[in-house]
């Protein structure tokens, strides 16, 4: 009987036993080379970190993608990459805000998780954790604002993302970090950007899919830089490079993955960035260059300056008047009794941009929402800078 050839690595071109993908066959070393290769080409070049002594401040959420960030980081700082140890001579921080308390109140068989051990002495970097509900003055105004969101859609995600989004700004700005890394791959930043669409976020296009983008903070006028150094990755890079650098269990801490299956099986009144995640992923296995084709395509929208610029003061995006009249009809939800009403009794109802709206349309006590009524002194000291 003819005994098959030993593959050999398309990389090293040598007959390496810890072959990991059959169909384009890659050694293990060469493997975890590449992704090493592409997060430090990411960072020196797309995201311009060359300076000696830069600061980034690392998001990290307890899922793969974040995980995989915190793991690279790591290896760059303290030059135990694979391959090329060369060290990058950065200051990295990383930030975990633990959502626990929201966890525990929406999800009953919920089990927190401690990664102080990953980070500090796996990965020895500086690690702080902050609690969701402590830039509440009293945190159960928050369950009470989730509760009066719609559990259907995503209202609630998106809500929770919104505060995390103010804890991670004022973080960094508060401790002297102007670079701030997300740890989305190319296939979650195809799915941010549908999802960002069809919520109606035109002109987040580019704080969503650039490797860096240049945001100003209204409160005070600092500048900060996002980045998305994996962004050249997909998911089954991510999958590989964790399996074979560390044995971990990677929970996803998004409300939308743990919604019943009666909300999760209705295409129309699902989690829409789960939805669309899921649709993204589909499409990637069928079609491999559907991710870069959905970025690369997003990068050449060239977005009209606008000769006024304000801000939202929930979600911190440019707020653009509403122009189509399906928008109006959308937002006005054939209620126009209500929305004149708010607009005259609510102090804040005109600085909400047109998709907070849509987040805020199903909820009871409109009148708290628009009135900032219980939300965080940053959140309203925001709201009163904005013209």
Known sequence: MQQKEPKLCKKCKTNNPNIIVQKDPVCKECFIGYVEHMFKMSLRLKCNITQKNEKLLVCFSGGQNSTALVKLASDVVHSTCAHNKSKMFIEVHVLYINESFIMKEFIQEYQPQDYTNFVTN???LPFQIVDIQSIYPDPYILL??????????SSREDFVRLIKQHIIYDYAIKNGYQNVCFGQNGQRLAADLFSQLSKGRGLSL???????????YPL?????QILH???ELLNKDILYYLRLKSNLNFPNFILGQHLSNIVKNKPAHGNIDHLLEQFIDKLQEGFPSTTFTVLSSAEKVTIKPLQQQSH?????????????????????NSNQQLINYLRANTKYYNKICFTCNRMLQSAQELENFYNLKGFPPLIVQIADTIQ
């Open 229 to 231: 150094p994996l962004k």
């Open 312 to 332: 939202c003061p929930l979600c911190l995006e440019i707020r653009d008047q509403v122009y189509n009249r399906l928008e109006v009809e959308t937002l006005d």
């Open 144 to 153: 009470q604002q989730l509760h009066n969101l719609s559990e259907s859609g």
């Open 206 to 216: 580019q704080s969503a899919t650039k490797y860096n983008f240049s945001f100003i």
């Open 122 to 124: 796996e990965c020895k």
């Open 220 to 224: 005070n006028q600092n500048k900060l």
